[in-house]
Each structure stands twice: as C-alpha cells, then as structure tokens.
C-alpha cells in the first residue's frame, strides 16, 4: 500500500505498506513545541501524520532532555487481526497499559487529562483525533507551511452536529448500509451486525456497494431516509452537507438504535469496537422494559414515533422471474432491484446510443398551486 493509510488491519492478504517520508525540520517542530508548552513539566503525547513518522525518534531526542513527561506515539501495522497472545513480561516493574488506535500505539495514562501535540496538516485524521480524544486540548506543527498553533476546532459543535445525525437516524424508517470498504478486517461481521441491529430496531436496511460514495449516486435511492457508512476509521467521518440524504457511521447508528448504549461523552470511528469481542461493543437487549416500549417525541419533528415500528420480515430473495435481456434469459431478482427497474432514470450511466430519441414537448404553464389547465375549486 503505498501513501498515505489508516493501518487498518487487512482481511485476508498480509500488506506492506509504503507511507512515504516527507521532510520535517526537527529544530523547528521542536522550537514550536516549546512554544506551545512552555513548561518543562507539561505532559503531552506527540503524535503525527504516518508520513513524519520516520522523524519523530529524532524530534524526540531534541525534547526528551527539557521534557521528561513528553511520550511519543508509535506506529503499529496489524497485519494480523488475530495474533498469538503475547508471553507474560519477565518478573519486576510491569510496562504501563498501551492504547492501540487508529494504527497507534500510546500509553493509555498519556491520555487521561494530557495535551495532545501533532505533527501533520488538517485532514481526517487529525479530525478523527480530536473527536474520539475530545478530552485532551490539541495543539498542531503543519511541516509543510511551518505553523504552529492551538486547534480551534468547536469539538462541542462537531458533536452536537453528530449528535443531530443520531437523533435523524432514530426519525428513520429505511436505512442504506454502503460498503466502503472489501478489505479491511472484519466489515462483513459489521454489516450482519448493522442489519441485526436494525432489524430489531424495527427499521429495513439495504446494503448497497457504490465504491465511493457521492452526493450523485446515492441521490438514486430518495426512497432511503439515511445513510451508514462502513469504512475504515480514517474515513468514516464523512461531510454529508451537500448529500440528499445524512451519512452516518456504525457507532452512531447503535447509538440511535441500540436501547442498552448510552451517550457517555466518547466517540467511536473504528467500527471493529462495536463487534463482539470489541473494547465497545454491547449486547442488544432481548427484550424491552414496559418504559421503552411505548412512544417518544421526535426532537426534529416534534412527532411521536413508536420505540419499535412494526413491520414484516423482508425476504431475503425474491421468488419472482424476469427478463434480463432481449434473449429472454430468466434471471432471480430482488424486491429492490425490481423498484429500481421499474423507474424511468436509474443512475449515472449515459447509455449513449441506447436511449430513443423523442421531440419535445409543451409542458404545463403557471405556478405549482394553479396550473393553467387545471380546474379551479
């Protein structure tokens, strides 16, 4: 894999990644970092962008004399989701407990009320940081532009946004599951666990694998009240302003869903914590108290919406034949399929040379509440 990536553990193939090394001046990175943290006695945990990764051992080096609670992140490539448990450590002074996330490996006390220092530009990863360690201030060195600053990101206001989101997935009544990813470990144990999730949350679910998703193509699927993402970490966060329709990731849609999670102030973007086994993952309650099961009040609409909707169980195949080509082959297709044959414009695709050409037509005249040929009441 060569560029930039999230070191998400691959599925089946081992994977050598090539991140690529981009210059970084380590006396200036160094000099900004005393600027920000003017006290010897600040702790903070430095992390970077995997393309300075070469270059911290030599950063740290540069503050490890003046900082003695400085800690440094350390990349960590999974190439196998399941390895062989590690030995028990020789007898004397144990390491400290290690955080593994977002293919980095930190001590797990460097987080608790630290500050965070980065080394990289502003992205997805440097927003992922900050939402899933939204207790730590941020502050960032941009080697590429040489400044260094405070991070101003309205944490609060980017979660209230997602918070928003969740509360638009409980108003939903038929979701879209999008495949955006074939090879990271585990995303098909995720989409069984969506559609489970969902399922008994009284809501249909469609899995669709549109690549990458676009405002254009999923605007073919208006009937889909929400969108969930099954990405990698990295890009699970993704700005849906300009799509018909909200995207939103798998910790989110279990927070709508799921009676048994509640809102602790935490955010999740690797939707392997929420499988069975996961640091996060919580059992759907079987069965649900008298409180839960009567109706709440929409904070969108104002509308009261039942705890569980009731609806059939959708087949999983259609039994119905069709003609899929001019041969009169007979093809099995699904009832979603069948929706998407019966419309008139059905995506992307130009189909040039396919589609009749036809005249144009007069059509109505007026303004939508009185058309001119329709009959006044």
């Not at 927003?127 to 899933?132: A, G, I, K, P, R």
Request: charged share 25%; aromatic share 6%; with cysteine.
């Amino acid at each position: 894999h060569y560029g930039p990536a999230c070191l998400s553990p691959c599925r089946k193939l081992p994977v050598l990644h090539v991140l690529g090394r981009r210059p970084l001046d380590a006396e200036r990175c160094a000099g900004a970092f005393r600027e920000l943290h003017p006290d010897p006695q600040s702790r903070v945990a430095v992390l970077s962008d995997v393309a300075y990764a070469h270059a911290m051992a030599e950063l740290e080096q540069r503050l490890r004399p003046d900082y003695p609670h400085v800690v440094f992140s350390r990349l960590v490539c999974e190439a196998d989701p399941s390895p062989e448990p590690a030995p028990d450590p020789p007898p004397g002074p144990r390491p400290p407990p290690l955080l593994r996330q977002f293919g980095r490996e930190v001590p797990v006390a460097a987080l608790e009320a630290q500050a965070v220092f980065y080394v990289g530009g502003e992205g997805l990863p440097l927003t992922n940081l900050m939402l899933s360690w939204n207790r730590c201030p941020f502050s960032s060195f941009d080697p590429a532009t040489g400044r260094a600053r405070h991070e101003t990101l309205d944490v609060n206001r980017a979660l209230r946004r997602r918070l928003y989101l969740v509360e638009r997935v409980r108003d939903a009544r038929a979701v879209g599951i999008l495949v955006g990813t074939l090879g990271v470990a585990g995303y098909r144990e995720a989409l069984q666990h969506l559609r489970d999730t969902l399922r008994r949350a009284g809501k249909r679910s469609f899995t669709l694998a549109v690549g990458k998703p676009s405002p254009a193509k999923l605007a073919n699927f208006p009937e889909l009240d929400i969108f969930v993402l099954v990405a990698c970490a990295q890009n699970s966060l993704l700005d849906s302003h300009d799509f018909y329709r909200p995207v939103v990731t798998p910790f989110e849609l279990e927070l709508a869903c799921n009676p048994a999670r509640t809102w602790t102030g935490s955010y999740l973007t690797d939707f392997r914590d929420l499988l069975p086994g996961g640091s996060a993952h919580l059992e759907f309650p079987e069965a649900l108290g008298t409180e839960d099961e009567g109706a709440d009040v929409s904070l969108i609409t104002g509308e009261l919406r039942a705890a569980r909707l009731s609806i059939e169980p959708v087949p999983l195949a259609s039994t119905a034949l069709a003609c899929r080509s001019q041969t009169l082959d007979l093809a099995e297709i699904s009832p979603a399929a069948s929706f998407l044959q019966s419309r008139s414009w059905q995506g992307l695709e130009q189909q040039l040379g396919q589609t009749p050409v036809r005249k144009a037509v007069e059509g109505r005249r007026g303004i939508a509440i009185a058309y001119e040929d329709e009959a006044c009441g």
